[in-house]
C-alpha cells in the first residue's frame, strides 16, 4: 500500500520571498515521487521527479526537492517566488502492485503569491 | 507537438442521459489513464489502461466505462451520469512504468474536461 500527504492545503508568500511545499509519503516498495503543477484552467504539468538517482532534484522554473528516505518526505522549494508560481502543487508517489505502476495523487496545495 | 487531447472541454447535460468524453494521445503512450479532480480529494483515478485492450479499475470506477480498441484513444463512457459524477475528468498518457525497465511514470495531462450533471 502506498500513500502522500500534503501537510498544507494553502501556503501564501510574497512575492521574492521562498516557498516551501511539504509532502510525505509511504510506500511498500522504493518509490518515484514527482511533483505537478496545476495552473487555473489547464492540466497538470509536471516540474520535477526523484526515481532512486541522486536525491536532490531540479526542476523546472527554479524549483526542486529533496528526498529524504530517513524522514519519508520530498518537499518542494523555490528560493525566491514569483507571481506566475501562484497555482495548486500536487505530489505523487508512484510505486508497483505486481506489474503495473500505480499512482496515488496527494490533495494538493493551493500557492498563493502575493505583493 | 506531443499532446493529449480531450473533448468536449465544457459539458452540461442531464441525469441519464449517456456521454461520452473523448481522450487522444499522440505520443505512442501505452499507458492512459482517467482521473476526477474534486475539491480538497486531489486526483482520484477511474480506469487506466496498460496498453490496447487492456484495462483495469482504478479507485473510483463505478458509474463510468472505458475502452481501448486503438492505442491512441481512450474513451470515458457515463452511461447513464448521475449527479454525484459532476466534476472536472482528467485523460493522462504514459510510456508506463516497469520494474527493471527505463520509463519514469511521467504523465501527460490533458485539460480537462468540466461536466455537469443536473
Same mark, same amino acid.
Given at each position: ?9 494553502? %501556503?501564501? %508568500? ?22 505537478? %503543477? ?78 | ?9 465544457y ?19 501505452? &499507458?492512459?489513464?482517467? &482521473? ?11 480506469? &487506466? ?5 487492456v ?15 486503438e ?17 472536472? &475528468? ?10 527493471g ?18
Amino acid at each position: 500500500a502506498q500513500s502522500v500527504t500534503q501537510l498544507d492545503s494553502h %501556503v501564501s %508568500v510574497s512575492e521574492g520571498t521562498p516557498v516551501l511545499l511539504r509532502c510525505n509519503y509511504s510506500s511498500s516498495y522504493s518509490p518515484s515521487l514527482f511533483w505537478y %503543477v496545476q495552473h487555473p484552467n489547464k492540466g497538470l504539468q509536471l516540474l520535477l521527479k526523484y526515481t532512486s538517482a541522486a536525491t536532490l532534484v531540479k526542476g523546472i522554473n527554479g524549483f526542486e526537492a529533496e528526498f529524504k528516505k530517513s524522514e519519508t518526505s520530498f518537499h518542494l522549494t523555490k528560493p525566491s517566488a514569483h507571481m506566475s508560481d501562484a497555482a495548486e502543487y500536487f505530489c505523487v508517489v508512484s510505486g508497483f502492485t505486481g506489474t503495473a505502476s500505480k499512482l496515488t495523487f496527494g490533495t494538493g496545495t493551493r500557492l498563493q503569491v502575493t505583493l | 507537438e506531443a499532446q493529449v487531447t480531450q473533448n468536449p472541454r465544457y459539458l452540461i447535460t442531464v441525469t441519464g442521459k449517456k456521454l461520452t468524453v473523448t481522450c487522444s494521445q499522440n505520443m505512442n503512450h501505452e &499507458y492512459m489513464s482517467w &482521473y476526477r479532480q474534486d475539491p480538497g480529494l486531489g486526483l482520484r483515478q477511474i480506469y &487506466y489502461s496498460m496498453n490496447v485492450e487492456v484495462t483495469d479499475k482504478g479507485d473510483v470506477p463505478e458509474g463510468y466505462k472505458v475502452s481501448r480498441k486503438e492505442k491512441r484513444n481512450f474513451p470515458l463512457i457515463l452511461e447513464s451520469p448521475s449527479p454525484n459524477q459532476t466534476s472536472l &475528468y482528467f485523460c493522462a498518457s504514459s510510456f508506463g512504468f516497469r520494474r527493471g525497465g527505463g520509463e519514469t511514470g511521467e504523465l501527460f495531462f490533458g485539460e480537462g474536461s468540466r461536466l455537469t450533471v443536473l
